[in-house]
């Protein structure tokens, strides 16, 4: 069963239209880069899918059901954005994303599963780069480490649908490599629905094994409003799962290599 269903979705703020006429089938464990000019509703997209905002017409569908009106916690688990709280130091944000997940009920974790969890959360701050960091809190980051913190977060306990939304845009080219690495095997390992939307081309291609581009068909220069945008291209792309590939290729992976450069076939 297809793990995402959109079916002839659109999305207006008033009188303007910003995405109109998407269709698309995605299944469990495909990795969906987004692409698109500034402002043509990529975020746009995600936020429907995250229930944060609501469909103006058509249908989202997951694994043949429609979303639930609300964001409840079940929704959490399928989809989730996580965002770094001032308050809290740079190991506790990246808790807060296990607590939520493994005790959404009985709140924090305790005794041995606390430990656990904090073992799991300090090797993910060290992948990072941030295990320097633990105590510190958000604004005595840099930009690029509290990027770094929101990706621990977010790949710490990935849920079902991964949503990121130009995860990798402030980091300096050696960190962002080391952060595809990172990416690449988590979804690898965990078996994770990705969309993941980025500025940045090739990146799109190296990471996804589909790129959907974003765009406008429809113009009238007399009403900018009137049309939004729709998935003009998606384009399959050759990046597999290690399991899917030859034995070499996956013992790249295993290294943690990308597995392969992307093309259009
Ligand atoms: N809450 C909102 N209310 C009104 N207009 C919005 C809202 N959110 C986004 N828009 C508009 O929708 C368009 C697409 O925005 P966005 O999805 O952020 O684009 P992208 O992520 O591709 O840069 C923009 O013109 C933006 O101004
Ligand atoms: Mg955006």
Known sequence: ???????????????????????????????????????????TFLKLLLGQETQSRGQLLLDGQPLPAEPGPERGIVFQRYSVYPHLTVLDNVLLALELHRSRWLGRLFGSARRRARERAI????????????????????????????????????????LLDEPFGALDPGIRADMHVLIRRVWAETGVTVFMITHD??????????????????HDPQAPQAYGATITYDIPL????????????????????????????
């Open 1 to 43: 069963m297809s793990e995402v269903s959109v079916r002839n979705l659109w999305k207006s703020y008033g009188d303007q239209v910003v995405l109109e006429r998407l269709n698309l089938e995605v299944k469990t464990g495909e990795f969906c880069t987004v692409v698109g000019a500034s402002g043509c509703g990529k975020t």
């Open 123 to 162: 090797a993910m701050l060290d992948e990072v780069g941030l295990s320097a960091s633990l105590d510190r809190y958000p604004a005595e980051l840099s930009g690029g480490m509290q990027q770094r913190l929101a990706i621990a977060q977010s790949l710490v306990r990935p849920p079902k649908v991964l």
């Open 201 to 218: 081309l090739s990146e799109g291609f190296k990471l996804g094994t589909r790129l959907l581009v974003f765009d406008k068909v429809r």
């Open 238 to 265: 050759r990046n597999r799962r290690p399991d899917d590939l030859p034995p070499e290729l996956a013992a790249r992976v295993a290294a943690h290599e990308p597995p392969c450069e992307a093309s259009t076939s």
